[in-house]
């Protein structure tokens, strides 16, 4: 297996605000003679979640071995983390896609293939990427590119979605930086339109950080655009099962 971790910053020549994040680190599995398997593989960004002020470890490298081990080849992002607010993550993750198509044959990734699941407030980083990864902000930044920044599919694992009764207040006021504008941009159960990349949601009933609302409104918002989706609600558990 090689490893890499790639500067995104550096890669696509963006000035790296101070203090940001922006790493991909990516496990890929080597052609061996000795070993018979396709030569492009589907690929997998893990996104961890920790209400965008710490990166959660039980959501990063056993996320990687899991999908390693499914035929996947696997990538985690290292996000930027309060003080840095929007748009750098969302950014941060389009680069981490951009990437991983543009450099798919050295990689050995089908480019068609390329998915995402993140959970909790990387849930919602991730579906930022279902659903606004063409922002302007982002346009801004990255320009025509910006068209192979979209996942191909979504896992929303208990995600952060919305701004209301049920939100995760600590992860949106993280992401926003507090400001009531930005809070609203960011309710991304408002931001679903046919364009959404199809999403797998799952969450539990009993979650006492991120209420199923959450979950539950983004399936509604995905079932209006008509979008593909899957939801499962599961009785018990508890926030963070990974």
Known sequence: MKLDRIDLY????????????????????ERKKEFSFKRFRPAMLVIPGGGYGM??????????????NNGYQAFCLEYSLRPIYFPYQLLEGCMAICYIRENADELGVDKCHVGAIGFSAGGHLCAMLATICNDKAIKDFLGERVNLCRPDAVILSYPVIVHNEFENKGSIDNISGNKEELKQKLSLEKRVDKNSAPAFIWTTVTDEMVPCENSL???MAYRKAQVPFE????EEGRHGLA
């Open 10 to 29: 550096k890669y696509f020549n963006i000035e790296r605000p101070d203090g940001a994040n922006g790493y991909l680190d990516c496990y890929i599995r």
């Open 55 to 68: 990166l959660s470890d039980r959501e990063r490298e056993p996320i990687v071995m899991h999908y390693l």
């Open 217 to 219: 409104m983004m399936a």
């Open 231 to 234: 939801l499962h609600i599961f």
